[in-house]
């Protein structure tokens, strides 16, 4: 009996396999007959530093709920991100979603990454580790988050 509770220990202590990010939290209202609905909607960022990253928005009557449903279907749509041998990408690229623009390019071993909030959480967790960006446009961080998840899903194609 002992024996079967030590590996049950063992079993939480190990690592999950993915690293969840909240990047951004906000309160959301909707104003009904009776007076205002009061909801959350969390973007969180999912990855395992080795190539495959993920996005989700999901709103919930709480912080926790939202953010659970959020990183539920960012594990769901997980995309692969190929990484060159000096841990940087492919080749430059430029991507736009909604009114936000995102460029991404490739950087020598050693530059680091350099990006702002959105474009970092998602090139850190994808395990890019050099990487020079650019936001354009607007900076809304669901956009922008968007806008570099399809930036990475292009090397795919």
Do not use: W
Not at 43 to 55: N, T, W
């Amino acid at each position: 009996m002992a024996k079967h509770l030590h590996d049950n220990q063992e079993a939480q202590k190990e690592k999950p396999e993915f690293e969840e990010v909240v990047v951004q939290v906000d309160r959301v209202t909707r104003v009904v007959k009776g007076g205002r609905r009061l909801r959350f909607r969390a973007l969180v960022v999912v990855g395992d530093h080795k190539g495959r990253v993920g996005a989700g928005v999901a709103k919930g009557q709480e912080v926790q709920a939202a953010v659970q449903k959020a990183a539920l279907f960012a594990k769901k749509h997980l995309i692969t991100v190929p990484i060159t041998e000096n841990g940087s990408i492919p080749y430059d690229v430029t991507e736009r979603y909604g009114a936000s623009c995102v460029l991404l390019k490739p950087a020598a071993q050693g530059t680091s990454i350099i990006a702002g909030g959105g474009v970092r959480s998602v090139i850190t967790l994808a395990g890019i580790e050099n990487l020079l960006s650019k936001s354009l446009g607007s900076n809304n961080k669901v956009n922008v988050v968007m806008a570099t998840m399809n930036a990475l899903k292009r090397f795919n194609q």
